[in-house]
């Protein structure tokens, strides 16, 4: 008769688990769908905003606005089912809060730092230092800004790797790309072309290449003779251009002058 009563009383109590367990499983899907629909209207409101006629760095800056909302949607999502699973096991996570106090939470699980990094990356997006998109130089890393979350930025260099900093060691921030950039070129003629023509074919390339590249904002400026050696004059030409567009400015003017050079017979190219 006692063993009856105990396998009763195991029935009973594995029932209420097994419909404990199904009431959780349900909350977290209905978390999940939640989460999924809220990301949906997200993206669509971000297509909407981006579709507008808008300045690159309004664009730049909405894109990261947008990034940071998914970033705190998905954060909320994850904490409602760590929440969920221990009310599951029937732990209350603020008497566990309560009893460990906050401080001594946060340094069981070496906190310190993630609350640096959320309190950076807060002021770094409220100030608006970067936005996705920007070529920027952090602590030495060149790259694009492909992220920008509460806890870390992430950057991908020019040879594809990916670099994940945490914000709370951002410092110093080269932006590159925030509204303008200014290609500052270097160009080397040999002597063998006199010092005026020289100067006056560059201005000619420059001109043209303004003329038929958009992403040039201004009638370039060709600064004259910065330098003399070795058989070779140096010109310095400054060229302002819209952002992340001064390499490939760079690159072309470069190119266009060598043409020029070798048409014109002063150099040779083999």
Known sequence: MKSGVN???????????????????LYIFIAYLLFKFLNYLINRSLKLALSKDLPESHRRSILTFYRLLQNLLRYSFIISVIFIILNFFGLDAKTILASLGIASFAVAFGAQNLIKDFVSGFFLLLERAINV????????????VEDISIRSTKLRSF????????????????????DYNNAVIKLIIPAKLPPK??????????????????????????????????????????????????????????????DALEKLGVIELI
């Open 197 to 258: 023509k020289g100067l006056e074919l560059v201005k000619e390339i420059s001109q043209k290449l303004r003329e038929r590249d958009d992403k040039i904002l201004e009638d370039p400026k060709v600064l004259g003779i910065t330098g003399y050696g070795g058989g070779k004059y140096e010109v310095l030409v400054v060229i302002k251009t819209k952002a992340g567009e001064r390499w490939r400015i760079e690159r072309e003017m470069r190119f266009e002058l060598l």
């Open 7 to 25: 396998i009763f009383s195991w029935i009973h109590s594995f029932d209420g688990l097994f419909t404990k367990f199904m009431y959780s499983l």
């Open 133 to 144: 998109g920007d070529f920027v130089e952090i602590g030495g890393i060149e790259g694009t």
């Open 159 to 178: 040879d594809g790797t990916l670099y994940v900093i945490p914000n709370g060691q951002i410092n110093t921030i080269r932006n590159y790309g925030a």
